[in-house]
């Protein structure tokens, strides 16, 4: 079934885990040689870590040699690979360090997987070309399928092993992380409690795997708003990941990261952004300067800013982030975008009013050719500009702006929609301003206001300025796993 976290971390050795959405640890050998020294010294830290490498090589093949062979059914030639991989992890590590708990764990599942009849052979194989296919699905976007799948290969594994087996933790908790990027938060934390009291129970609360839980536990929790339960888990697992790691390590600015995240959410902005900007200060120093992970918490961070409201600080962390994700992930990518949109409104509210007409303008451009005219992202950038010109009192430029996303926000999600009902909100109140300014009654419209948008500051003769639109729910990459 699945690997857990803890083989992508033998398989890496000290070079840490699965890159993905994930960090990867740097090895504290090298950290040491980065830190000085001189003469002797260099020559032993840069030998000690050539050899960590070269036994890091070594690792990711047996482990991926093992793993062909279960996949295959050749549980001998598997057994045979973990016996040397546990040989080699317990001979750096000793007899009770988790690594080796771990190691023997996997050999000892190898070895269970030889005692197979055909018929549990053939049901232990089946799992995993489902799962396979589960994860396949997934990358592709056929979210529906592969989440029935992930859910018939855990039966599966439940029915083979055991409802405790960590293979089954494995499945649970892979399914969690799918079920909570699908929305079911409620049917996410229930699986990923399952998870973590497996894999508490197999691995110790200090384990990898079961911080990693941990983890998961409190982001699920974090997105169902419940903050008070949440705080609790994400502060444990980044206590553990400094304790495990070291608090230099980027396993611990992940944690960190969520951590300061949390804060965020519950507007403790001092708080997140002391703890965005710890873990920042841990990517800068362990990472390359275009690593998608910097982008991340210059964006988190240029987010609490702004939450904040010390634009001028927002403002130079959002270009930051933007001028990373822009070559790394696309001009049309969704990060991109967003990094665009909301640089554009910090420059608004600092009153940077030619700078953000030019983001707000190339966002709706790329829009246009990425998703075409009738997109919500479209709308979406229209509606900015429209409250730009507002801000300016250019009223009559920004009447058809907001008028036009509105008609796009009714066709493409419906009356009822929140953003269309925001798209409203916003419209009605830029005529009133034009009405306002024209000294004349605000004329009758389809268009109406749907709650009360909060001014900012009075600006000279034309009156109060609309509030910049918000930013997007949800508009901080989440690094959890």
């Known amino acids: 079934m699945r690997r857990s976290y803890f083989l992508f971390l033998l398989a890496l050795f000290l070079g840490g885990c699965s890159r993905g959405q994930e960090e990867r640890p740097a090895a504290p050998t090298i950290e040491k040689a980065q830190a000085g020294g001189s003469g002797k010294d260099e020559s032993k830290t840069a030998a000690a870590a050539e050899s960590e490498r070269d036994l890091a090589i070594q690792l990711a093949r047996l482990t991926k040699s093992a793993e062909k062979h279960e996949r295959r059914g050749y549980f001998d030639q598997a057994a045979a690979a973990r016996k040397e991989t546990l040989a080699l992890i317990e001979k750096r590590y000793g007899a009770d360090a988790w690594q080796t708990r771990s190691a023997r764990l996997a050999l000892s599942h190898s070895a269970r997987l030889q005692k197979l009849n055909a018929a549990q052979k053939s049901v232990y194989l089946n799992g995993e070309a489902e799962e396979a296919s589960a994860q396949q699905n997934w990358k592709r976007g056929a979210r529906p399928t592969a989440l029935a799948e992930i859910a018939h290969a855990r039966a599966g594994a439940q029915h083979l092993w055991g409802p405790a087996d960590y293979t089954v933790g494995n499945l649970l908790d892979q399914e969690a992380e799918w079920r909570q990027a699908a929305g079911e938060n409620a049917a996410a934390e229930k699986l990923a409690r399952q998870a973590l009291a497996i894999r508490e129970q197999v691995f110790t609360r200090e384990h990898p795997d079961t911080i990693a839980s941990i983890s998961r536990l409190g982001l699920i929790l974090q997105m169902e708003k419940k903050y008070t339960e949440a705080e609790p888990l994400l502060a444990e697992a980044a206590q553990r990941s400094g304790v495990l790691w070291g608090e230099t390590h980027i396993e611990y600015a992940r944690q960190l990261n969520n951590l300061g995240m949390l804060e965020y959410d519950r507007m403790n902005l001092p708080l ?94 790329i829009s246009q050719r990425a998703f075409g005219a009738q997109s919500p992202a479209v709308a979406e950038g229209l509606l900015r500009l429209g409250v730009l010109f507002c801000n300016q009192g250019r009223y009559p430029e920004a009447e058809p702006l907001v008028t036009l996303a509105v008609a796009i926000d009714r066709a493409a999600l419906g009356m009822d929609h929140p953003v269309t009902k925001q798209a409203e909100q916003v419209a009605g109140l830029v005529r009133e301003r034009l009405a306002a300014k024209a000294n004349q009654p605000a004329k009758v419209s389809v268009i109406q206001a749907a709650g009360q948008v909060i001014p900012q500051e009075a600006a000279p003769a034309v009156g109060p300025v609309l509030t910049p639109v918000p930013f997007p729910s949800n508009p901080k990459p989440r690094d959890g796993r």
């Open 272 to 365: 997140a952004i002391e703890t965005l900007n710890k873990a920042l200060e841990i990517r800068q120093k362990n990472l390359p300067a275009n690593d998608p992970l910097i982008a991340h918490s210059l964006f988190n961070l240029g987010s609490a800013y702004f939450a904040s409201k010390d634009y001028a600080a927002a403002s130079p962390r959002l270009q930051q982030a933007l001028n990373l994700f822009s070559p790394a992930l696309g001009e049309s990518h969704a990060m991109t975008s967003l990094a665009r949109a909301n640089l554009g409104m910090s420059l608004l509210a600092e009153k940077k009013f030619a700078e953000a007409e030019i983001l707000f303008r190339q966002d709706i451009k």
